[in-house]
């Protein structure tokens, strides 16, 4: 398995780790491996945290899937992206950004390494949990809210 999870650096103790944020997780204390090809760009993450235009919360997480979709994932073939981690980064992959899991949608917990995560789900049929990875390397799985329904809604393809 090249991708076997997703989780925040507070979680992730050890393992393959790969973040996929603008600076690395650096501003985390993360300074392991990083693919920021997967990153949003500034603009979004400013536009999302400052929510200008007052949207309401579903309309903000809304409006970033489709942002997100469009700038990363609507011309990028999954199984390239597979191929690619695979590469650089070798197998059981976790890929990391900073946002707490949680069982909502919500502001607090939403974040694009899910979106990444449930879009490689519905393009590929790959279920990539949400971990927890001690020092130790126990593992437990972290229920998470699901996107899935959100990006078809949102993502005419499917």
Request: proline fraction near 4%; include cysteine; aromatic fraction near 12%.
């Amino acid at each position: 398995m090249i991708i076997k999870g997703t989780s925040c650096y507070e979680n992730a103790k050890s393992g393959n780790l790969v973040s996929i944020t603008g600076d690395g997780g650096n501003a985390w204390g993360f300074y392991g491996n990083a693919y920021k090809k997967m990153s949003p760009r500034l603009y979004l993450w400013q536009y999302y945290d400052q929510n200008p235009d007052n949207l309401t919360e579903d309309e903000l997480i809304d409006w970033y899937i489709k942002e997100f979709y469009d700038l990363r994932l609507k011309n990028l073939d999954p199984n390239e992206l597979i191929n690619t981690l695979n590469q650089k980064f070798g197998e059981e992959i976790i890929l990391l950004c900073h946002e707490l899991p949680g069982l909502n949608i919500n502001k607090e917990h939403f974040c694009h390494r899910r979106l990444l995560a449930d879009w490689l789900g519905l393009e590929t049929g790959i279920i990539i949990p949400e971990l927890s990875i001690s020092e130790s390397r126990i593992i437990t799985t972290e229920e998470i809210y699901d996107l899935k329904p959100k990006i078809k809604k949102l993502i005419k393809k499917y």
